[in-house]
């Protein structure tokens, strides 16, 4: 991975696509902001977009602070189960 600082001297965008053809880049602004670019293949896009998906990843935050072990009464209740 190759960091660029986009400040004074400013590479040509086709010498940062050129590079990140190789290798992702980190862009860096002079207040100290940092992107990503990288090559997008099926899955980098599918995951960009999922990223996206407001409702799927405040359902992900809550199940990822449920706890990690149920017992056989618990998921009996959840489930509605006697």
Do not use: C, H, W
């Amino acid at each position: 991975m190759k960091t660029i600082k986009v400040n004074g001297s400013k590479p040509s965008l086709k010498k940062v696509l050129q590079l990140a053809a190789r290798s992702d880049v980190v862009l860096q602004t002079a207040e100290g902001k940092e992107f990503v670019l990288s090559p997008v293949d099926d899955f980098s896009l599918e995951v960009a977009l999922v990223r996206q998906n407001q409702a799927l990843m405040r359902f992900l935050a809550r199940r990822s602070k449920e706890p990690k072990k149920y017992t056989v009464s618990q998921v009996k209740s959840r489930l509605g189960l006697r």
